[in-house]
């Protein structure tokens, strides 16, 4: 591995370990020329990926590329860079393993967007507002209105609380006597205070 700071072709590794998710291996090396010390990965990769573009131009897939426009969507926004990392690792294992060596800009775009949208609202705003091309207020007017939409309708489901089926033990018979229900009636009052 050739050191970024001087260009020597002779480094060492001091230290090895996996990452968190596990999905690759972090290298510790010094360079034996200028001592500087610098930090490698080692991925597994599936397969060789291409990357169709809207106009039908192909470049090869680039993991960095991908990191950088996330990290810029998340610039200053309280994400830990080892969330992003995982973040971008899934994304890479869903375009390895999809069985296809093209992929289509469209598809890395929405994945992004999709991560986005679970790690920081303000990010995915950033990343849809380049991704769509927004050219005036408007788009982010029902952009930002569709999101919040779709936030609120997320916010009732989780408020209201699940209808609950009253209790077969507080069912009083239509054949009961006057006694008999007001007996029932008692038991299940005292039985719902207990709950």
Do not use: W
């Not at 596990?22 to 010094?30: C, S, T, V």
């Not at 192909?58 to 991908?66: A, D, G, Q, S």
């Amino acid at each position: 591995m050739r050191c970024p700071f001087c260009g020597n072709e002779d480094t060492q590794v001091k230290d090895s370990r996996p990452t968190e998710d596990g999905a690759a291996i972090r290298r510790r090396r010094q360079c034996t020329n200028c001592a500087a010390r610098f930090t490698t990965f080692e991925r597994v990769q599936l397969r060789e990926l291409t990357v169709v573009k809207g106009d039908g131009q192909r470049e090869p897939f680039e993991r960095e590329k991908l990191m950088r426009s996330m990290t810029i969507a998340l610039r200053k926004r309280p994400v830990e860079p080892e969330r992003i990392e995982r973040v971008v690792n899934s994304i890479v294992r869903q375009l390895e393993s999809s069985g296809e060596s093209e992929i289509r800009s469209k598809t890395i775009g929405e994945l992004v967007m999709d991560a986005l949208r679970g790690l920081d609202q303000v990010a995915y705003v950033r990343f849809a507002s380049v991704y769509r091309d927004f050219s005036e207020t408007r788009d982010f007017e029902k952009f930002i209105g569709d999101l919040g939409a779709g936030a609120s309708v997320r916010a009732a489901r989780r408020a209201s609380p699940p209808m609950r089926r009253p209790s077969s033990a507080c069912h009083v018979s239509s054949r009961a006597t006057g006694a008999e229900r007001r007996s029932a009636t008692r038991s299940c009052a005292a039985g719902s205070t207990r709950r």
